[in-house]
Nanobody, 128 residues
Framework: EVQLVESGGGLVQAGGSLRLSCAAS????????MGWFRQAPGKERESVSC????????YYLDSVQGRFTISSDNAKNTVYLQMNSLKPEDTAVYHC?????????????????????WGKGTLVTVSS
């Protein structure tokens, strides 16, 4: 059974940094896209960042480009999201997600209940 365990998150002042981690276990394949989407109250879900396990290609939401960095440790099936220069508008619940195959061209996660996986989420709060 595939499981995703998220860690990190918390409360930080604007301009601060946080790092999120997501460890996957029970993976039957080693070709996958893994990353993060976020959901803020009253806002649409956004795919924040994605990294492909096969070639390390990455995707970033425009609003986080240059501030967030996604990285992976394939040996540990773990993905990290380093978030710098955080802004109040980054406040959201961040969910780790995993889908088979590479990241989609636009980096979004399909979140298909039958084939994809995502975690319960970790809250990131950025105070002004």
């Amino acid at each position: 059974e595939v499981q995703l365990v998220e860690s990190g998150g918390g409360l930080v002042q604007a301009g601060g940094s946080l790092r999120l981690s997501c460890a996957a276990s029970g993976l039957p394949f080693d070709d996958y896209a893994m990353g993060w989407f976020r959901q803020a109250p009253g806002k649409e879900r956004e795919s924040v960042s994605c990294i492909s396990s096969n070639d390390g290609s990455t995707y970033y939401l425009d609003s986080v480009q240059g501030r967030f960095t996604i990285s992976s440790d394939n040996a540990k099936n773990t993905v990290y999201l380093q978030m710098n220069s955080l802004k109040p508008e980054d406040t959201a619940v961040y969910h780790c997600a995993l889908e088979w195959g590479p990241c989609n061209d636009d980096g979004h996660f399909n979140l298909d209940y039958d084939t994809d996986y995502w975690g319960k989420g970790t809250l990131v709060t950025v105070s002004s």
